[in-house]
T-cell receptor
Framework: SQQGEEDPQALSIQEGENATMNCSYKTSINNLQWYRQNSGRGLVHLILIRSNEREKHSGRLRVTLDTSKKSSSLLITASRAADTASYFCATASGAGSYQLTFGKGTKLSVIP | DGGITQSPKYLFRKEGQNVTLSCEQNLNHDAMYWYRQDPGQGLRLIYYSQIVNDFQKGDIAEGYSVSREKKESFPLTVTSAQKNPTAFYLC???????????FGPGTRLTVT
């Protein structure tokens, strides 16, 4: 079953603009991760936020987590054409669980 | 994609034939995973293995089989019992006591 649901399904922005993607999930989690997938390629891990964290930064990425609303957001600032990809959230729940449950993803297009 | 290889990149088979997808990693990771991705969808877990000679079914194991005889290798066999085998298959691994996963480049299987 898919735990996470990304929103929007697709997003198109101009280069230099910020892109925000949201993820909602249903059950309690230990952590939430964001991955990027370029077309026809494998996924690349971007950032992990633990359930006791509210915000995390990595370069141009900012992730927030609201466990009361069971939601997370990924913000990419000053987007570049190279950021064009699909972005997935993945959740892990249960003690010692290393199984991830992925959402369906947000397809981001950054127009030069 | 570094450290995890999947071969071949594209694979074509006739209906009724079994086919084995290769996944090799040189990252010294204990845990390995197989996912299936259909167009516009997220990843669904087929099988995972946390240690050599042990593996567990994921959400959609029916029609698939795996083996884990070596730490570096986790081949997936798509059997003729799998009703809709055409998909993009992704292999991943994760370091000990870590939840982030490292993905291979994927194998696109087409069965006609």
């Amino acid at each position: 079953s898919q735990q996470g649901e990304e929103d929007p399904q697709a997003l198109s922005i101009q280069e230099g603009e910020n892109a925000t993607m949201n993820c909602s999930y249903k059950t309690s989690i230990n952590n939430l991760q964001w991955y990027r997938q370029n077309s026809g390629r494998g996924l690349v891990h971007l950032i992990l936020i633990r359930s006791n964290e509210r915000e995390k930064h990595s370069g141009r990425l900012r992730v927030t987590l609201d466990t009361s609303k069971k939601s997370s957001s990924l913000l990419i600032t000053a987007s570049r054409a190279a950021d064009t990809a699909s972005y997935f959230c993945a959740t892990a729940s249960g003690a010692g669980s290393y199984q991830l449950t992925f959402g369906k993803g947000t397809k981001l297009s950054v127009i030069p | 994609d570094g450290g995890i290889t999947q071969s071949p990149k594209y694979l074509f088979r006739k209906e009724g034939q079994n086919v084995t997808l290769s996944c090799e990693q040189n990252l010294n990771h204990d845990a390995m995973y197989w996912y299936r991705q259909d167009p516009g969808q997220g990843l669904r877990l087929i099988y995972y293995s946390q240690i050599v000679n042990d593996f567990q079914k994921g959400d959609i194991a029916e029609g698939y089989s795996v083996s884990r005889e070596k730490k570096e290798s986790f081949p997936l066999t798509v059997t003729s019992a799998q009703k809709n085998p055409t998909a993009f298959y992704l292999c991943a691994s994760s370091p000990p006591n870590r939840v982030e996963q490292y993905f291979g480049p994927g194998t696109r299987l087409t069965v006609t």
